[in-house]
């Protein structure tokens, strides 16, 4: 018999997608009849009564969640996230209810045994409710007490050798794409840098001195599949700049039907023939491709990189070997004017340890700025559209590049200053008046 | 600046403002410092170290703050 009534959650259950509240109810009963016999740090009905809480807010139409707070562990000003309810008497399983973010390894790779010991180390001393994984990437430990906060942070460092995530105004957790691990159209190592920025990185990652969040993420290739360019502040993304590889061969079978277009992704329904001019030519966003006598030929200088023919025909097309990365500034969601997408302002780098360019002119420069001319609470985006592209330029010391701009005379609009004009604007005003009357 | 010259300098300036507010942005204690952010970071970090400053944090934000000020403390059964 379940500790609370709560018929609106119910109700929830009936849709026909998997559901949160059955979940929540699994392992309140898991808790409540304790097979395996842990010993638990927070109170067992914990599950029990964020349902109850949960009901109430549903009925009363508001939250009973408190904001933040100054729990955290020792040294640490991210990681932790105080929540209280403020219903604690009723519900005293949650008064106390705080968030652990853990910093996700490069390219989400787990072993079972090592997702079985955070899921024991979480259901002895937290709710055992996870979130896997957050909007950063980071594994999201949900509920647990003050008191069990550096207990459990000492075991996750000493036993797992697993470090806290990033919150507040911190640098977030660093995430990237499975990358070169499994995937061949990975332009860089994604996990290497992620890794490497990561341990670069720990103080401005664990202790908060930033005007508001800061997030990297890595994209291997332009196919984007941690959405670097929408969603972090520094967004690097594998690209190439020779040229595509084509196999010939590989392309002919692709248009004769040995090969599955787009690795057979597509195989739930009959779509028909392949038609290469049809799905790969003509949607070649800069139509830089043609198909002619059986020889497929790329105009590479106009290639964008969009990456569909590669996705289309991936045994005939792959990536260039002159491989890096660009990067792109600014991404952000809406809270202030509306989601942004990144700009770009390193149009190719070289992504190779010790990533000295990437750390010395780019990371740095813009953290320098950020911290000094932001406004509390302003993303780094915020800061480019307020004070300009061209500061942003002058404060990397990184060179303006037609690569920059989305179109001509629209964004962004660049002054010239006068020490940057050959003889200045002094200007002989009789030689003047010589061609132009009063 | 010194440690102890500018630990000083931040527990008087934030306890002349305890009245309208007991939690501080990173900027705000940059700004009493005089310093860049960069420099502050490292004398504030320390000062949380030695419990003169606590982080406090919504999430999304973090500020400081003196220990035991504000309602925080009281509100959420720390003390």
Redesign the interface.
């Known amino acids: 018999m379940a500790k609370h009534e709560t018929p609106l959650l119910d109700q929830l259950e009936t849709g026909p997608w998997p559901s949160f509240v059955t979940d929540i109810k699994r392992e309140a009963e898991s808790r409540a009849t304790n097979e395996k016999g842990v010993d638990y740090q927070i109170p067992q009905d914990a599950c029990e009564d964020l349902l109850g809480v949960l009901e109430l807010s549903f009925k009363h139409g508001r939250t009973h969640w408190k904001h933040g707070g100054i729990v955290g562990v020792f040294g640490y000003g991210g990681g932790v996230i105080g929540r209280y309810c403020d219903q604690p008497e009723m519900f005293p399983g949650v008064a106390h209810f705080h968030t652990m973010r853990v910093s996700q390894p490069a390219g989400k790779f787990y072993t079972t045994k090592y997702l079985e010991s955070i899921c024991d180390l979480w259901e002895r001393r937290g709710s055992g409710i996870t979130n896997m994984h957050g909007s950063t990437g980071d594994i999201i430990f949900l509920g647990t007490t003050t008191p069990q906060l550096e207990e459990v942070f000492y075991e996750l460092t000493h036993n797992l050798n697993q470090d806290l995530g990033g919150s507040g105004s911190n640098l977030r957790t660093p995430s990237d794409c499975i990358g070169a691990a499994r995937c061949e159209y990975a332009c860089y190592d994604t996990q290497a840098i992620c890794h490497d920025l990561t341990v670069e990185y720990q103080d401005e990652l664990h202790r908060p001195a930033f005007p508001y969040k800061f997030k990297f993420k890595f994209d291997g290739c332009p196919n984007c599949c941690v959405a670097s360019i929408a969603r972090s502040d520094l967004s690097f993304i594998g690209l190439w700049r020779d040229e595509i590889r084509i196999d010939e061969e590989a392309v002919k079978a692709y248009v004769g039907g040995e090969l599955k277009p787009n690795a057979g992704a597509h195989a739930g329904r009959d779509w028909g023939a392949f038609d290469i001019q049809k799905e790969v030519i003509g949607l070649c966003p800069t139509q830089c491709m043609r198909y002619e006598g059986d020889k497929l030929e790329i105009n590479n200088k106009e290639c964008t990189h969009c990456m569909h023919c590669i996705n289309v025909m991936p045994r005939a097309l792959r990536i260039g070997n002159d491989r890096g990365c660009a990067i792109l500034a600014g991404a952000k969601a809406p809270i202030l004017d509306g989601a942004q997408m990144g700009t770009l302002i390193v149009p190719f780098i070289k992504a190779e340890p010790p990533y000295t360019d990437i750390k010395e002119k780019v990371i740095e420069p813009i953290w320098d700025w950020w911290m000094e001319e932001g406004k509390n609470r302003e993303r780094l985006g915020e800061l480019m559209k307020r004070q300009g592209m061209q500061k942003l330029l002058e404060m990397t010391g990184l060179d303006p590049d037609p690569r920059m701009i989305q179109e001509p005379r629209t964004n962004p609009y660049i002054f010239w200053k006068e020490d940057e004009v050959e003889g200045g604007f002094k200007r002989d005003i009789n030689e003047f008046r010589k061609y132009h009357k009063r | 600046m010194e440690y102890d010259e500018a630990k000083e300098k931040i527990k008087v300036e934030l306890t002349k403002k305890l009245k309208t507010k007991s939690k501080f942005?990173?900027?705000d204690l940059a700004k009493i410092l005089g310093m860049?952010?960069?420099e502050?970071?490292k004398l504030?970090?320390q000062m949380?170290?030695d419990g003169v400053l606590?982080?406090?944090?919504?999430?999304?934000?973090?500020m400081y703050?003196m220990p035991g000020t504000g309602k925080?403390?009281s509100?959420?059964?720390?003390d």
């Open positions: 942005y990173f900027n860049k952010p960069r502050a970071k504030i970090n949380v170290l606590e982080y406090w944090s919504s999430g999304s934000t973090s703050g925080q403390s509100a959420e059964h720390e």
